[in-house]
């Protein structure tokens, strides 16, 4: 029964891909991410490797240099075949079931993308490598959540079907130079928060970067339910655990708040047709001072902004957006899996989780030492908090295919007045009921 429910899903799973898209724990010394598991001969042998990391990120420098240690430790050649996303996202359904398909490929974390191909066997079962390796000790509870599924494809199961060695998640950046030039220091608490937001726009400015054609306004909505929330509620909402109460005070809270920042004038009139790209240059530029987003405009803030900024968690909350970063997952076919989980171990070692920590990207497992770069440890140290309180609750699209349109269609309804809480709250559910009917 749970083969027949994956594959009725397929269609609709595969269709909804491309809805949006960790921390340093502490590592023994060794070279290797597990040490004492092992080297296979891999003299004379090619390990095929798919991502879509592009050059300059992070990643892709961290595991370009993990490729040459590979190849001295094991005597094999790394084929590296760069995909777009959507490439793979769309065909591995299908190549993954040929002879054509690759040893190792990053994937999408997520119950419609490496929850499917884990229902339908087309990625291996890795729970062997994961105890040999030691790369269980080296993940956070919540980390693992995204890397382990039922048979049914739902995340949280008790199957490893791959591993992230970077991590992601959503925090509350801040202009630290328009903070002193107002005279205000940065929110401790929520409390703080909402009086900085009232400071800012006493003088004309509208403090909060946002934008609710695309991800970020929903983002902000589930943040302001995760502030009333507790892992329970996380785990109905995306595990599935127990029916989710859209009329409770999470969710009542969320739309009712969201729609006060609107008339308040924290969030921009016009927020509904406002992009992703928009709301970030807005902050680049300093006409908004604060902005509510992930871990992955870090470099470019860095890069760009020519002013002082900082990243905390959200003020007032135990529980923050975010998740492990994209899975390496084994091909069921893959041809060379010995050689994938040794180079997968490489990729979590120190030296390879430092260039990811020093380069912009939050690394799962690096020693903290080894991270030179000052705003880099500031992003690492912010998402070591947020381990430390099991505070990581995914993302508000994630629970069914599709239900990221929903989320941006139902919030500019509200943020525009063309419908209210209740009627936003209601249409959500709906949605969302429809949406996970298949996997509950």
Not at 10 to 35: F, M, Q
Not at 350 to 370: F, R
Not at 373 to 397: R, V
Request: charged share 20%; aromatic share 12%.
């Amino acid at each position: 029964m749970a083969r027949t429910n994956a594959q009725r899903r397929a269609t609709r799973a595969l269709a909804a891909v491309g809805s949006i898209a960790v921390a340093a724990l502490t590592l023994s010394a060794c070279s290797g991410g597990g040490g004492d598991a092992g080297t296979t001969d891999g003299a004379g042998k090619t390990l095929t490797l798919w991502h879509y990391e592009g050059a300059d990120s992070a990643m892709a420098k961290a595991w370009n240099a993990a490729i040459p240690i590979f190849e001295e430790q094991t005597g094999a050649t790394v084929k590296v075949e760069e995909k777009s996303f959507e490439q793979i996202q769309k065909t591995a359904s299908q190549v993954l079931d040929t002879d054509a398909a690759p040893d190792l490929l990053e994937f999408n974390k997520g119950n419609a993308t490496a929850g499917f191909l884990a229902s339908t066997g087309l990625i291996a079962d890795i729970s062997d490598a994961v105890t040999q390796y030691g790369w269980d000790a080296k993940l956070a509870p919540s980390l693992q959540t995204t890397a382990k599924y039922t048979s049914d494809g739902v995340m949280g199961g008790d199957t490893w079907y791959g591993v992230p060695n970077y991590g992601e998640f959503v925090g509350v950046y801040y202009n630290l130079d328009a903070f002193a030039a107002a005279g205000l220091e940065v929110p401790k608490t929520y409390d703080e928060f909402v009086k900085v937001l009232d400071a800012f726009v006493a003088k004309g400015i509208t403090p909060l970067a946002e934008a609710g054609a695309e991800y970020p306004l929903g983002q902000l909505w589930y943040q302001l339910a995760l502030t009333q929330a507790d892992r329970s509620w996380v785990d109905d909402y995306q595990l599935y655990k127990n029916p989710v109460d859209w009329t409770g005070t999470e969710v009542t809270y969320a739309s009712d708040t969201l729609k006060q920042y609107v008339d308040k004038g924290y969030i921009a009139k016009d927020v509904s047709s406002v992009k992703a790209e928009d709301a970030g240059v807005s902050f680049i530029n300093g006409t908004s001072p604060i902005f509510v987003s992930g871990s992955w405009w870090y470099g470019r803030f860095a890069s760009d902004a020519t002013f002082d900024w900082s990243l905390a968690a959200f003020p007032g909350s135990k529980l923050s957006l975010g998740s492990s970063g994209n899975l390496w997952v084994v091909p069921e076919r893959s041809k060379q899996k010995d050689l994938a989980y040794q180079f997968i171990d490489i990729t979590m070692s120190p030296e390879i989780q430092a260039i990811i920590g020093n380069n912009g990207g939050v690394p799962v497992a690096a020693d903290t030492a080894d991270i030179t770069d000052a705003k880099s440890k500031e992003l690492i140290d912010t998402f070591n908090g947020i381990l430390d309180e099991d505070g990581l609750s995914f993302y508000p699209d994630w629970p069914a295919p599709g239900f990221y349109d929903v989320l941006v269609q139902e919030l500019q309804g509200l943020v525009t007045g063309s419908q209210d809480a209740a009627t936003t709250n209601a249409n959500l559910g709906k949605k969302y009921d429809e949406g996970t009917a298949d996997f509950r």
